[in-house]
Each structure stands twice: as structure tokens, then as C-alpha cells.
């Protein structure tokens, strides 16, 4: 496998992880949780996953042909919640994720080093994607500090649980060295 299929292998395995975590913090929730908002300046989990989502449309929608930030987006928008239920929120991030995997699997490693626009500034594909993977893994991790604080019972850990790192690194450490992207087995640890 080349370097650059391989990149799109890992950046599809990061984004699938971070989707993960970011609907396995959701889950330990009552859904009137996701709609929680501390103040005025703090997002709820629903307005952040509006967000991703609109983001997501606006980034990966005719990836290679158009501008990411779409005419037809209204960002500010994304921060007012006119979503009402748990299903509208999953609904609303499903639709977001579908799209970035969609645009993901269209990609040929030879398009990576394409330059593709966001806001009319430039960027290779790589660059686009690296942009993104930095960004949804920032709201997911506000999505995860935030269902923890509202978790009013055991929060079931989606990382090394607190105080298991020395176990959990002997375990590590007993195995065979391998080569393989540290989220596959998150994923099975995870289900």
C-alpha cells in the first residue's frame, strides 16, 4: 500500500473514531440532556452536533468542485437549536457523517495534492482534510466534557478509565508488537 492510500485509510479510521466517542458519549445520556445549555454562551450538545453537521454539508458536498463554505450555508444558524428530539439530533449528525465518508470514498490518491477552496483560500486535499480532522475532534470533545458533566450516574469511560493506565499498559505491553492503526482496537473495545 502506497503512502497516500494509506493516508486515506488512517483519516478515514480517525474520523470513524472520533464519530464513535462522539456517539458513545451521547448514549450514556437522557435525551432532554442533549438539549442542556449552561448560559447563554455555552452550546448545548444539540446545537454542537447542528454544527458539525452543517459544517460537514457545507466541507464535503462536491468536495473537489466547489468552495467548502457553500452559499447556501447559514453558520450562524447552526447555533440556534430548532432541533427537538434525540432522533432529529442523530438524525442531523448521521446526515453530516454520511457526507464526509461519501466524499472520503470518492477520493483517489492521486487527487490528494488537488487544491480545493474553503472560504476562496486554498488548500491541497490533504490540507482540507487535515483541517477537518482537527476541527470535529475539538466539538467532540466538547460533546464528551459536556455529556460527563451532565451524567448524573457512572460515566461509562470511552478512554484508559481513571487509574487503569498501569494495568491497562502491562496489557499493551504483553502483546507482540504489531503495525496496525491503534483505532481498530478502540472500536473493539468500544462495542
Not at 483519516?11 to 473514531?17: R, T
Not at 447556501?72 to 454520511?98: M, P, S
Request: glycine share 4%; charged share 25%.
Amino acid at each position: 500500500m502506497d503512502a497516500t492510500t494509506s493516508y486515506l485509510e488512517s483519516v478515514k479510521k480517525q474520523f470513524l473514531y472520533y464519530k464513535m466517542l462522539g456517539e458513545k458519549a451521547m448514549e450514556q445520556l437522557n435525551p432532554e440532556q442533549l438539549f442542556v445549555a449552561t448560559n447563554e454562551d455555552t452550546n448545548s450538545i444539540a446545537v454542537i452536533v447542528k454544527h458539525l453537521s452543517g459544517n460537514m454539508l457545507s466541507r464535503w458536498t462536491d468536495f473537489l468542485t466547489t468552495d467548502g463554505e457553500k452559499e447556501t450555508r447559514n453558520r450562524d444558524a447552526e447555533f440556534e437549536n430548532d432541533l427537538h428530539t434525540k432522533e432529529e439530533v442523530l438524525t442531523a449528525w448521521n446526515t453530516g457523517w454520511d457526507c464526509l465518508f461519501a466524499a472520503l470514498d470518492s477520493l483517489q490518491p492521486g487527487q490528494l495534492s488537488e487544491i480545493i477552496y474553503i472560504r476562496n483560500e486554498g488548500h491541497t486535499v490533504i490540507e482540507a482534510i487535515n483541517r477537518q480532522l482537527a476541527h470535529y475532534p475539538y466539538h467532540i470533545g466538547q460533546i464528551i466534557f459536556y455529556a460527563k458533566q451532565l451524567k448524573n450516574s457512572e460515566w461509562n469511560s470511552l478512554s484508559i478509565p481513571k487509574n487503569k493506565s498501569n494495568s491497562y499498559n502491562a496489557d499493551k505491553f504483553k502483546q507482540e508488537k504489531t503495525i496496525k492503526n491503534f483505532t481498530e482496537e478502540e472500536f473493539r473495545r468500544m462495542k
